[in-house]
């Protein structure tokens, strides 16, 4: 991965300017159905539409740029294609970065920030895997990139679907068959979910982090049920001195 500018074969950078900013909660049993159910078919549709000579390939760009209001995507002479795909952070789950003290080996756990949006150069034959390595290297992150996931968004009759793509797709060339428009397709990288957490997978201290974050999440339920009930208790109350009164 490389930081520069140029349209090379196998370049993935990242956009300095970040727009937008997400986070997101682990997979629902809707989602789990909406992956098992949508995938397939998205992936058979994109199969038989998979352009199979550089004239198709030319002929795709040139359509994708004409719909494309920014960045369009750029056709070098060997066949490979560049552009830029926008990766959404949906991440439930604090991170792990270098610490700020002078010790080297420090590290420390905390939030990335909600809804951000990172903008990625990349080109037709970069996967999946590099997409993930590049972002966690943009933001300094030092988990094991395998906690990591990066999904397709798709929008379909008013509701968010979500496939979990494999490390070795290609997300420019998903993005060329999709189009630019961001309701048929968009890219967010999320915790690599399964169906049980792997929680040996995680350091003490992540660990310890959690039972903390889970403390304050009992200690805000436990607040927003006491409202509540507080509050009707209040109602009945009212209503019970008024028919005395």
């Known amino acids: 991965m490389t930081g520069s500018n140029s349209m090379s074969s196998g370049y993935c950078s990242l956009d300095e300017d970040s727009e937008d900013i997400a986070f997101f909660t682990a997979k629902t049993t809707f989602f789990r159905q909406a992956q098992a159910k949508q995938g397939p078919k998205s992936e058979g549709k994109e199969e038989d539409h998979e352009p199979k000579s550089l004239s198709e390939i030319t002929a795709r760009i040139a359509e994708y740029n004409s719909k494309a209001t920014e960045n369009g995507m750029k056709l070098n002479e060997d066949g490979v294609y560049t552009g830029f795909i926008k990766v959404q952070l949906k991440l439930r789950r604090p991170v792990t970065v270098p610490g700020g003290g002078a010790d080297a080996v420090e590290k420390t756990s905390f939030y990335l920030p909600s809804d951000a949006v990172k903008q990625l150069h990349i080109s037709s034959s970069t996967t999946v895997d590099e997409v993930i390595q590049g972002l966690l290297t943009k933001f300094m992150v030092l988990d094991n990139p395998r906690k990591f996931a990066l999904y397709r968004q798709m929008h379909r009759d008013g509701q968010d679907l979500f ?83």
């Open 163 to 245: 496939q979990k793509l494999a490390i070795s797709e290609h997300p420019l060339y998903l993005r060329l068959i999709a189009g630019p428009d961001p309701e048929c397709l968009t890219f967010v990288l999320k915790e690599n979910e399964t169906v049980e957490v792997e929680w040996h997978a995680f350091s003490v201290p992540e660990l310890h982090n959690f039972l903390m974050i889970l403390g304050r999440e009992e200690e805000e339920r436990v607040r927003q049920v006491q409202k509540k009930y507080g509050e009707y208790r209040e109602k009945l109350q009212e209503a019970l001195n008024g028919k005395l009164g």
